[in-house]
């Protein structure tokens, strides 16, 4: 698919969410998120950058936050694109989609479990991501996050706003603001950060929907994905008769109705083989999908400090 294809089919994705009706809490918080954040991007930063020059990048690093807002973005490039189109002297169907790829970085400064790299990779290319990395550029990463987005910013001068896909239940996540300016030992750019109110129950109904492809991490016990040597699946969602009397599938409407589905399976990539053998050697546990968990407090349980 092109950019242009595939900013179209998640703009369609997120029409059909949004006209979804239902008694479910979850869909209907997730539906005013969405539509926040769609205002957001389309009255507020498109008025103050345009998307369609480079003026705006993103940050990716396949993780399931940063994928949603992806997928909203994309939503609304196609949307503002549409906007622009209908008031050009030409019939619409005479407009081309004005951009071929999206800038892009990867800040990969620990260690990548494969899954997630080949993720990143799949995904680049089904988002047609110009995506830029220490290690893919230089063969070595970067030393901080600082010195990473200070090498994209050489780049790709012309970046004058970075979307980030930070929540504010993230840590340090309720002291920033939708819009920010780095700080003054940073790199020169504004933080655009357009998902801060998400719950992690709205990312696993809008993603579940999309019928976009999930890391495959995901699909065993991951809820939050750092460095290898700092990640292990969620322990809150180990496959015990304990666990699973506290714990229940609320998305079995999203994914019985996912957008656009031929057949019944949730778009979950495979392990890599790297990956399956590091989860033999952690122990015997097997583990419910990171999906069975909606309690914010416990989504970074499976991160290790050091």
């Given at each position: 698919m092109s950019l242009g294809e595939i900013?179209?089919?998640?703009?369609?994705?997120?029409?059909?969410?949004?006209?979804?009706?239902?008694?479910?809490?979850?869909?209907?918080?997730?539906?005013d998120a969405v539509r926040l954040t769609r205002q957001h991007l389309l009255e507020e930063v498109f008025t103050?950058?345009?998307?369609?020059?480079?003026?705006?990048?993103?940050?990716?690093?396949?993780?399931?936050?940063?994928q949603v807002l992806l997928l909203l973005y994309l939503s609304c490039l196609w949307e503002f694109f549409i906007i622009q189109a209908e008031r050009s002297q030409y019939d619409f169907k005479y407009q081309k989609f004005p951009m071929n790829n999206l800038f892009s970085v990867y800040i990969?400064?620990?260690?990548?479990?494969?899954?997630?790299?080949?993720?990143?990779?799949?995904?680049?290319?089904?988002?047609?991501?110009?995506?830029?990395?220490?290690?893919?550029?230089?063969?070595?990463?970067?030393?901080?996050?600082?010195?990473?987005?200070?090498?994209?910013l050489k780049r790709y001068p012309e970046t004058q706003a970075i979307l980030i896909g930070v929540r504010a239940t993230d840590p340090f996540g309720d002291t920033l603001m939708a819009i920010q300016k780095t700080d003054s030992n940073w790199p020169d750019f504004y933080r655009v950060q357009p998902i801060l109110h998400w719950k992690l129950a709205n990312i696993w109904s809008f993603l579940l929907y999309s019928d976009e492809p999930i890391c495959g991490l995901y699909g065993n016990g991951f809820?939050?994905?750092?460095?290898?040597?700092?990640?292990i699946p969620n322990p809150y969602l180990i496959d015990s008769k304990d666990n699973r009397s506290?714990?229940?599938?609320?998305?079995?409407?999203?994914?019985?109705?996912?957008?656009?589905?031929?057949?019944?399976?949730?778009?979950?990539?495979?392990?890599?083989?790297?990956?399956?053998?590091?989860?033999?050697?952690?122990?015997?546990?097997?583990?419910?999908?990171?999906?069975?968990?909606?309690?914010?407090?416990?989504?970074r349980a499976?991160?290790?400090k050091k």
């Open positions: 900013a179209e089919r998640c703009y369609n994705m997120t029409t059909s969410y949004l006209k979804v009706s239902t008694s479910s809490i979850i869909i209907k918080e997730t539906q103050r950058w345009s998307p369609l020059n480079g003026e705006i990048s993103f940050s990716y690093n396949g993780g399931k936050d940063c990969d400064l620990a260690k990548t479990f494969p899954t997630l790299e080949n993720f990143v990779n799949l995904t680049s290319e089904r988002y047609q991501l110009s995506l830029y990395s220490s290690m893919r550029e230089h063969g070595t990463k970067a030393s901080n996050m600082s010195c990473a987005f200070g090498d994209f809820t939050s994905i750092g460095g290898i040597d700092t990640t506290k714990l229940s599938l609320e998305f079995q409407w999203e994914i019985d109705n996912a957008f656009e589905r031929g057949n019944d399976k949730i778009n979950v990539l495979e392990v890599d083989p790297d990956d399956q053998l590091w989860l033999k050697k952690l122990g015997s546990e097997k583990y419910l999908p990171g999906w069975y968990l909606i309690n914010d407090e416990i989504e499976g991160r290790i």
